[in-house]
C-alpha cells in the first residue's frame, strides 16, 4: 500500500439492462468504504469499469432491434442516474470495456507466450486460459480443479478442459460487425474476465489495495481475473471485499427471476436517501431480504434520526459535526462494519432526545454533532447538496406532516381542556397507531416518532 493513499477497483454492471436494488447495493457499499477512508485521512482512486460487450448485451440488443453499442450506452445512462439518485459519488475514472481492446489483447499474447493460454485449433479464432496450466487457480474461492463445474462453454470443440474459460471469443457471422476487432488469430471480441484484468492494470498497475464486487463474482469472474493476472506477472488485488445479495422471497434478486426492484421505481415510493440507508444499514457481508415494508421501516428509522437534529437544532442551533464517537469509528474500521456503526447512531439519537427532556443543552450540542458527523460519513447528511430536489421535497413533506400533527394536538390540548378525556385519549391513540408518540412537558406536548428498534445486527 502506498503511504496515505488506497487504490480500489471493482467491477462495475453489465449494461444490459436497468439497474436493480441488487446491482446498485455494491455502489452504495463502496461509497460508504470510500467516504470512510477519506475520512480518515486516505487518498482514495476508485476505478470501476463498465462492460459494454459481453453476451447478454448482444442477445438483448439483437431482441429490442438495437445497435448493441446504442443498447449498452441507454443502460449505462440508467447505471449513472441510479449512482447519482441514491447519493453515491462517481469514481475516480469509469472506463469502459470497449474502448480497451488493445489492453486486452496485449495480455492475452503474454499470456500465450508464456503458456498458460491457447488459440483453439478449430479455426474458432477462440482464445482460452489454460486452467491447469496454473497450480493456484482455485485459490481464491476455495476450490480445487476436480471439484469446479465446466465453464458454460464447456462444449465449445476446441477447449482442451471443459474447465477452460475464455480470453476471446471468434466473430460469428450472426453477431454484428461493430461488435468485433482485428486481432493476430482473428476478429472477435473480448471474454467478460479479460476485460477487468486489462483495466484494472492499465488504471491502477501490477498490484493495488481493494478488487471487489458481488458475492456471485467470486467465482468464476474473480478467480478467473486472479489466475490471469497473477500467471500474467503482476501481483494483482492485496484485499478481496464481496457483498452479498439483496434477496426476494429467499432468492438472489435477478433479472432472470424476475423479482428485480428497479431503483428508478423504488425511489418513486421511497426518498433516495432512505434506500441508500436500508442498503447500507446491514454489514455488506449480510444478505437483504427485499420488501417494500422493509425499505418504509428503513424510511421511518431515517426520519426519526432527521427528527432529532431537528429538535436539536431549534434548541441548540447549529452543531459542528467534526466529532465521531469512538464505537463508531471502531465499527468501521472492523470490516466496514456499518451494522454496528448504525447502532451506535441510533442509541446516540436516543440519548440524545433523552437529553432534550432533560434540558440538557450542553449534551445536546454534543450528541447532535455526532449524528451529525455520522450521517455525513455515510453519505446519509440531509443537508448534502447531493440530495438535491428530492430532499427539498422531503422537507416539504415533513414541514406538512409536522403540521398535522401540531393541529391534532393542539386539538388535543382542547378536548383535555373542556374535559372530553376521551375525545383527547382518542387522538392520542390515533397518533400512536401511526408511530407517533406524544410526551407532556410544562413547555407544552411534543411529538416524536416511535423509537428506533434494535436490528437483528444489534
Not at 453515491?88 to 480497451?100: I, K, M, S, V
Not at 478449430?122 to 480445487?144: C, I, K, M, N, T
Not at 465449445?156 to 460469428?172: E, H, Q, V
Request: glycine content about 8%; proline content about 6%; some cysteine.
Amino acid at each position: 500500500m502506498v503511504p496515505g493513499k488506497v487504490s480500489i477497483y471493482h467491477c462495475g454492471l453489465t449494461v444490459q439492462a436497468a439497474p436493480h436494488l441488487g446491482h446498485i447495493r455494491k455502489e452504495v457499499n463502496f461509497d460508504v468504504l470510500r467516504r470512510w477512508l477519506t475520512h480518515r485521512g486516505f487518498e482514495v482512486t476508485v476505478i470501476a469499469n463498465v462492460t459494454d460487450i459481453e453476451d447478454k448485451i448482444l442477445i438483448k440488443s439483437a431482441d429490442a432491434g438495437t445497435p448493441c453499442y446504442a443498447h449498452a450506452y441507454r443502460f449505462e445512462r440508467e447505471l449513472h442516474d441510479a449512482y447519482a439518485a441514491l447519493g453515491c459519488l462517481p469514481p475516480t475514472y469509469e472506463p469502459r470495456a470497449t474502448g480497451h481492446i488493445p489492453e486486452m489483447i496485449e495480455l492475452i499474447k503474454s499470456l500465450i507466450d508464456r503458456g498458460h493460454a491457447y488459440v483453439a485449433d478449430d479455426g474458432s479464432g477462440d482464445v482460452y486460459f489454460d486452467v491447469r496450466s496454473w497450480p493456484d487457480y482455485g485459490s481464491l474461492s476455495g476450490q480445487r480443479i476436480e471439484e469446479m463445474e465446466p465453464d458454460p462453454d464447456h462444449d465449445f470443440p476446441g477447449k482442451r478442459d471443459p474447465r477452460d474459460f475464455a480470453l476471446w471469443k471468434g466473430y460469428k457471422p450472426s453477431e454484428p460487425a461493430t461488435a468485433s476487432w482485428p486481432t493476430p488469430w482473428g476478429r472477435g471480441r473480448p471474454g467478460w474476465h479479460i476485460e477487468c484484468s486489462a483495466m484494472a492494470h492499465k488504471y491502477l498497475g501490477e498490484e493495488f489495495d481493494i478488487h471487489g464486487g458481488g458475492i456471485d463474482l467470486r467465482f468464476p469472474h474473480h478467480e478467473n481475473e486472479l489466475a490471469q493476472s497473477t500467471a500474467a506477472g503482476q501481483k494483482f488485488a492485496r484485499i478481496w471485499m464481496h457483498n452479498a445479495w439483496v434477496t426476494a422471497a429467499g432468492e438472489k434478486m435477478s433479472k432472470s427471476l424476475g423479482n428485480g426492484a428497479l431503483v428508478s421505481e423504488v425511489i418513486k415510493r421511497h426518498s433516495p436517501r432512505a434506500v441508500r440507508f436500508y442498503l447500507l444499514q446491514p454489514h455488506y457481508r449480510s444478505a437483504i431480504e427485499y420488501s417494500d415494508a422493509a425499505v418504509g421501516e428503513a424510511a421511518a428509522a431515517l426520519a426519526r434520526v432527521d427528527h432529532f437534529v431537528q429538535r436539536a437544532t431549534e434548541l441548540v442551533g447549529p452543531t459542528p459535526d467534526d466529532r465521531l464517537p469512538d464505537e463508531f469509528s471502531a465499527a468501521m474500521d472492523d470490516d466496514l462494519g456499518t451494522a454496528g456503526a448504525v447502532a451506535v447512531l441510533f442509541r446516540t439519537v436516543r440519548d440524545g432526545n433523552s437529553a432534550i427532556d432533560a434540558g440538557d443543552h450542553d449534551r445536546v450540542a454534543e450528541l447532535a454533532g455526532q449524528v451529525r458527523a455520522m450521517l455525513a460519513v455515510l453519505g446519509l447528511a440531509a443537508d448534502d447538496p447531493i440530495w438535491g430536489a428530492r430532499q427539498d421535497d422531503q422537507d416539504r413533506y415533513r414541514q406538512v406532516i409536522d403540521g398535522l400533527v401540531n393541529e391534532l394536538i393542539k386539538q388535543r390540548a382542547e378536548a383535555r381542556s373542556r374535559k372530553d378525556y376521551a375525545a383527547a385519549d382518542a387522538i392520542r391513540s390515533s397518533l400512536t397507531e401511526h408511530g407517533i408518540e406524544l410526551t407532556d412537558t410544562p413547555d407544552g406536548t411534543r411529538w416524536t416518532l416511535r423509537s428506533v428498534a434494535p436490528t437483528k445486527e444489534e
